[in-house]
């Protein structure tokens, strides 16, 4: 179980600077919207391919590297996700968000992909993905298929597994004072995702051609914000990066900084 | 009061789902959303707002009853009132999340509290000091959102939090 971390020193002074930095640069900010276009590529895999690879598969061996997830709900996760796209979910009150976002791209650009990494991560423990080598840390591992209170995410390991493993292989600046995963930490800055870690997964993962504008704490100058995200809705799709504490509210704080915290594909 | 809210709103969210609570301190801002098999549509109005009453009719709602369950929010102060759902054994289960904020003075910088209140639909696990628990068997404590709850009956627990929903 993790310390409780406002009562540790170290943890305080960590949060202080942490704060300070946002602090900082906060006056230059609004309530953010930062924004990912992403031009479609060349889409590697069709979602027909997917689900005639996955439907072929009937049973799976528990693996001794996830010792907490059920081979039969794995695999119904798993193609849950390739015939229904719309069906991943990040959890509640998770920092996952980034990482559903991602990996609804993924499943639209590479679904073959998808299923063959997590099936190869299952198995074996660690996967080769294009030139990415994810080994997730044994703390991972354990804690995969054991994430509760979380709504669907309860019953859908697979997702359990490949979120904690994009956590756990991803890190920025955000990740700095929480690098490894105690119990809990999907809830906490371990799981945030920043603006240069969310390119850094798109440009590595997917096929897509994508080009982002803004920063995590200034908006992007791109005049008119409806007739850009618009526009370019028409030739690729946008992924948005903005601050969800205005979009859903969850309390009646006066003061709110002006920090994008969520990130949402946008879609007609 | 909390019974009459709780139970006119189980009766009202079969015939059409929806979440709807007050976003702004001095409870004029309603907050809506409406959940349909693919989307969910937030809205928000001002409670004297004809457009409120618009929309649920709109969406074939009960927009006479829903409107007087938003009076009785307004008037006990209860911010946020929904369904939520949460799994044991790999069964899917629901309850019902109400929130209260309190009217006592609070200082300046000190954070925001509500009373949130969970209504399950069966009576529930407690350790020895009324911890809401996940299992009879399994003595590990039932977190939702993140909170630990307290038993006020066999149904209905409680917590104080920093958020509201």
């Known amino acids: ?268 | 009061m909390l019974d009459r809210i709780e139970e006119s709103y189980k009766a009202l969210y079969p015939l059409g789902p929806f979440n709807v609570g007050f976003t702004d301190r001095n409870f004029k801002t309603v907050s809506l959303e409406i959940i349909t098999d693919t989307l969910s549509y937030i809205y928000e109005f001002g409670i004297e707002e004809p457009r409120l009453i618009d929309t649920l009719m709109a969406y074939d709602l009960n927009a006479a009853k829903i409107n007087t369950l938003i009076n009785q929010m307004h008037d006990i102060r209860c911010t946020w009132i929904s369904y939520s759902d949460y799994y044991v054994d790999q069964k899917k289960h629901t309850l019902i999340l109400m929130s209260i904020k309190p009217v006592a003075l609070k200082s300046l910088f000190s954070y925001a509290k509500y009373y949130v209140l969970t209504y399950f639909p069966q009576p529930q696990y407690f350790d020895s000091e009324g911890r809401l628990l996940d299992k009879r068997k399994l003595r590990r404590l039932r977190k939702i959102n993140g909170e630990v709850f307290k038993r006020i009956n066999s149904k209905v627990c409680y917590a104080v939090t920093g958020h509201f929903r």
Not at chain 1, 199 to 205: G, H, P, V
């Open chain 1, 1 to 268: 179980m993790k310390p409780n971390q406002h009562t540790r020193p170290c943890h305080i002074l960590k949060a202080f600077v942490l704060a300070c930095v946002i602090l900082v640069f906060t006056p230059f900010a609004k309530a953010g919207t930062q924004l990912y276009p992403v031009l479609p590529g060349k889409v590697t895999s069709t979602q027909q391919q997917a689900i005639e690879y996955v439907e072929k598969i009937s049973k799976l061996k528990p693996s001794a590297h996830w010792p907490n997830i059920k081979p039969g709900l794995f695999l119904k996760n798993l193609k849950t996700n390739i015939h229904n796209i719309v069906s991943i979910y990040p959890g509640k009150s998770t920092n996952f968000c980034g990482y559903g976002a991602l990996s609804y791209l993924f499943l639209q650009d590479d679904p073959l992909g998808y299923a063959t990494l997590l099936l190869q991560l299952y198995g074996e423990g660690k996967a080769t993905f294009r030139s990415i080598i994810f080994e997730p840390s044994a703390a991972i591992k354990l804690e995969a298929g054991k994430l509760k209170y979380k709504g669907t995410l309860d019953i859908n390991p697979a997702e359990q597994m490949w979120y904690l493993t994009l956590a756990d292989h991803y890190k920025g600046y955000l990740n700095i004072f929480n690098r490894n995963y105690d119990e809990g930490d999907e809830n906490r800055f371990w799981a945030s995702v920043n603006y240069a870690k969310f390119n850094r997964m798109t440009r590595e993962l997917l096929h897509y051609n994508s080009k982002a504008r803004g920063a995590d704490l200034m908006r992007p100058k791109v005049g008119s914000l409806y007739t850009y995200i618009s526009d370019h809705m028409k030739t690729g799709t946008v992924v948005l990066f903005i601050n969800n504490r205005i979009l859903y509210k969850k309390d009646h704080i006066r003061l709110k900084l002006g920090v994008p915290t969520h990130f949402i594909v946008a879609e007609k």
